[in-house]
């Protein structure tokens, strides 16, 4: 009884005591940035790294769901790469709207109106200004136009750059093209 009793307190230690050890996604010595750039860090590596980079993740963007609000996904949203704003994620609004209030915090100085058809159907006018650049991530469009409205909505004039996959508690955006980092 003795020795089962010593044999099973040692399995327990082995057990208890080993690493666990995990392995990276890709392997290679790297680390890409929140802009989606690749750095590669082979001065910091052991000697028989592997030159391999992850050529499927470059380029993709991904950006945690806060939480969803009836449905729709809220996530950071930074403006002019200094002011961040939860917004919800809008395929169906055609322009970025931001509220009065961070339209305000932001700087913006309305140039012009756009009209709208809403939800319900109604029309409906509103002011517009240009920022410099809006960033979801590292997903960046610049010099974009925003309506300034009652509700902070990401729209297609961003969405429409990347293809977006927007999965359980993330947010994937992808580039069409060289031209994901610009828009009118």
């Not at 939800?119 to 650049?133: F, N």
Request: glycine share 8%.
């Amino acid at each position: 009884m003795r020795k089962i009793s010593i044999a099973f307190i040692s399995l327990i230690g082995i057990v208890l005591t080993q690493n666990t050890a995990l392995a990276q996604e890709y392997e290679g010595c790297f680390l890409i940035n929140r802009r989606g750039n690749l750095i590669k860090l082979r001065e910091l590596c052991p000697d028989n790294s592997q030159e391999i980079v992850p050529t499927n993740t470059l380029g993709v963007f991904q950006v945690p769901i806060k939480r969803r609000e009836g449905g729709i996904p809220v996530v950071d949203v930074t403006f002019n790469g200094n002011k961040t704003y939860e917004m919800m994620v809008d395929s169906g609004a055609s322009i970025t709207k931001v509220t009065e209030k961070m339209a305000r915090e932001i700087g913006l100085k309305p140039d012009g109106t756009i009209k709208s058809k809403i939800a319900s159907g109604d029309i409906v006018e509103s002011p517009t200004a240009r920022v410099t650049s809006i960033a979801v991530g590292g997903a960046v469009s610049r010099d974009v136009m925003v309506s300034i409205g009652s509700v902070a909505l990401l729209g297609q004039n961003f969405l429409s750059n990347y293809e977006v996959t927007i999965k359980k508690d993330m947010i994937e955006f992808r580039p069409h093209s060289s031209k994901a980092n610009s828009q009118n």
